[in-house]
């Protein structure tokens, strides 16, 4: 069966500390991957997204991804957390198959 | 900016009623989705629609489900008698190919009492 893991409910990361929000995946063939944020009361919004090419990606807010074919893991990261990434962090394969979510809290 | 507008944001319905929730995709776009996302939970994919039928249904898309292309630009999620677990956050979202990211709506957040 197909599936996204996203193996932590909620990841802690200090103000100007680096992130990394971690999501597997199991799917067949060539994975289409996004990373979407949900702030609160809000919908979800597209990060960025690996189709095909360069195996890290750079997308909206600072934040980038790399794609890494043998662990078959979509990390999300960024160098320098900023309080306003709280959110709620979905990754996703295709448009069908979605993680349960990842809480971030970025402490001031 | 293009966007995906939803109306209503909030609905409150009781229980055995009809609803139908409203979306404006992005002028452009081909692809059409709802989701939707129980308090807590994951977002749950309900169903894709492109060239005026749908694509793919999840197995949560029952025949009380239906979705609508009325005019050239919305695009409806009726429910034709609401259960209490029907309790969600509605999302629709569009797409310009089957293959690019998802742009999606605030969501609606429909109450079923």
């Known amino acids: 069966a197909q599936s996204v893991a996203q193996p932590e409910d909620q990841v802690n990361v200090a103000e100007g500390n680096p992130l990394t929000v971690k999501c597997t995946y199991s799917?067949?063939?060539?994975?289409?991957l996004f990373w979407y944020v949900q702030y609160p009361n809000r919908g979800l919004q597209f990060l960025l997204k690996?189709?095909?090419?360069d195996n890290l990606v750079k997308g909206s807010y600072g934040f980038e991804a790399e794609f890494n074919k043998s662990q078959t893991s979509f990390h999300l990261k960024k160098p320098s957390a900023l309080v306003s990434d709280s959110a709620l962090y979905f990754c996703?394969?295709?448009?069908?198959?979605w993680g349960l979510g990842t809480s971030l809290a970025v402490n001031p | 900016e293009p966007e995906v507008t939803q109306t209503p944001s909030h609905q409150v319905t009781q229980m055995g009623q009809e609803v139908i929730l409203r979306c404006v995709p992005i002028?452009?776009?081909?692809?059409f989705y709802w989701y939707r996302q129980i308090l807590g939970q994951k977002v749950e994919f309900l169903v894709s629609f492109y060239n005026n039928e749908i694509s793919e249904k999840s197995e949560i898309f029952d025949d009380q489900f239906s979705v609508e292309r009325p005019d050239g630009s919305n695009f409806t999620l009726k429910i034709r008698s609401t259960k209490l677990e029907d309790s969600a956050m509605y999302f629709c979202?569009?797409?310009?190919?089957?293959?690019?990211?998802?742009?999606f709506g605030q969501g609606t957040r429909l109450t079923v009492v």
């Open positions: 002028s452009n776009h081909l692809y």
């Open positions: 690996y189709i095909t090419g």
């Open positions: 996703a394969a295709l448009k069908l198959i």
């Open positions: 979202a569009s797409t310009e190919t089957g293959r690019t990211e998802a742009f």
């Open positions: 799917v067949s063939g060539n994975p289409y």
